[in-house]
């Protein structure tokens, strides 16, 4: 039991040697130019009792400075953490080197206090018979050991590593180079060059893509070309004019996508797009020939412009009817001439509008009438279907 209290109070006296002197770096980091006040306290008994316990409370040192209202400094900041450890010394049973103060605070920061130690000048001599201060750390010093204990360096987490403009324009070449039908590469190195300060798109290099990708990848460097070029222009322009270039883009993209037709009606009459009189229920009485007007709006159609500055739509129209059932051919509308329509601003909404006459030798029963328009500037085609029944009169 006795060998448990000595080992404990050289443990704490250790460490007490080790606080004190983490403590001086402390103060003579934060107190350069504040004065200090010690408060004298009264000596007291040692702090071992007769029953050898030891007394925290009572393990102060029993010899105190002088109440001093002047600046203190560093050195004289050491000199009394050296004096603590002088007066608590004696309150140690014994001595031993494993738990001498020195080795228990490099153990709690060995690179710290060896930092301070290291740079530390070495104590001037001092007459005999006196003990040797311990050597104050200075206030950056002490600064130094207490920032990197709190904020501990790091290796810098980077989410990812950026290549310079000419590695990256090197990098998309090469890959343009190897792999010439790649759109998205094709596209990545035409934006490339225009954040260089390029004219795109570069057709040589885009002269390996299909037709229609590099069509696609042509009016995208136009319009973003364009509408830089405005904004650089003027910026206060208004905002119509600011986004024409990106609609006019728009509608470049839009003759290459498919042609369609999104609406198939029979109509009474019909007065413009979107505005027409559908045929109730789709049913006609049979042995009587029924003109109809079929209306169609079509979507994606291409315009071209002429050598007038018109905007020239051409499209052609084809009616066939089918049974519902077995899908044979019952009945063709004649070929109609080509729908051709000349506008000084581009279409964006267009419809087809064709009288027929359905024949009165349809028998009873449900059928289809498939509607099919081909627009001859670029020579797609798209089909849709209504369904009509003949009933009897």
């Given at each position: 039991m006795n060998n448990n209290r000595v080992s404990l109070l050289r443990f704490f006296g250790a460490a007490s040697i080790a606080a004190g002197v983490i403590a001086a770096g402390v103060i003579a980091a934060g107190c350069q130019n504040a004065p200090v006040k010690q408060s004298a306290r009264p000596g007291?008994?040692?702090?071992?009792?007769?029953?050898?316990h030891f007394d925290f409370a009572r393990a102060v040192p029993t010899t105190q400075p002088a109440q001093d209202d002047s600046p203190a400094t560093a050195d004289v900041l050491a000199q009394k953490a050296a004096t603590y450890a002088k007066d608590i010394g004696p309150l140690l049973p014994a001595h031993d080197?494993?738990?001498?103060?020195?080795?228990?605070?490099?153990?709690?920061?060995?690179?710290?206090?060896?930092?301070?130690?290291?740079?530390?000048?070495?104590p001037a001599p001092t007459p005999a018979g006196k003990p040797t201060p311990a050597p104050a750390p200075s206030a950056n010093q002490a600064t130094a050991v207490l920032a990197s204990a709190a904020n501990p360096v790091r290796e810098p987490q980077l989410a990812g590593q950026f290549d310079p403009t000419d590695s990256l324009a090197r990098r998309l070449a090469e890959h343009v180079h190897d792999d010439p039908q790649d759109l998205a590469g094709q596209l990545d190195y035409q934006l490339l060059?225009?954040?260089?300060?390029?004219?795109?798109?570069?057709?040589?290099?885009?002269?390996?893509?299909?037709?229609?990708?590099?069509?696609?990848?042509?009016a995208l460097?136009?319009?973003?070309?364009n509408f830089r070029d405005a904004v650089r222009s003027d910026n206060n322009m208004l905002l119509s004019r600011k986004v024409r270039p990106l609609l006019e883009m728009a509608d470049r993209l839009r003759n290459q996508a498919e042609l369609s037709i999104p609406t198939v009606a029979l109509c009474k009459r019909v007065d413009g797009f979107g505005v027409y009189e559908p045929i109730e229920g789709q049913r006609f009485a049979a042995g009587v020939e029924q003109p109809v007007i079929v209306y169609c709006e079509v979507?994606?159609?291409?315009?071209?412009?002429?050598?007038?500055?018109?905007?020239?739509?051409?499209?052609?129209?084809?009616v066939v009817l089918y049974t519902e059932q077995s899908g044979l051919e019952v009945w063709r509308e004649k070929e109609s001439k080509p729908v051709v329509d000349l506008s000084r601003n581009r279409r964006h909404d267009f419809f087809v509008v064709q009288m027929i006459r359905l024949p009165a030798s349809l028998t009873i029963g449900q059928y289809l009438l498939k509607v099919s328009v081909e627009d001859l500037t670029v020579n797609r085609i798209a089909e849709n279907t209504v369904g009509i029944e003949i009933v009897a009169e």
């Open positions: 007291g008994p040692p702090a071992v009792a007769t029953d050898g080197p494993k738990l001498d103060g020195p080795a228990v605070a490099q153990a709690i920061d060995p690179d710290g206090l060896r930092l301070m130690a290291d740079a530390s000048p070495p060059q225009m954040l260089q300060g390029q004219s795109i798109p570069q057709l040589p290099a885009l002269s390996a893509l299909s037709p229609e990708d590099r069509e696609v990848v042509s460097c136009d319009g973003l070309s979507e994606n159609f291409a315009s071209q412009l002429t050598e007038q500055q018109l905007w020239q739509t051409k499209l052609k129209q084809q």
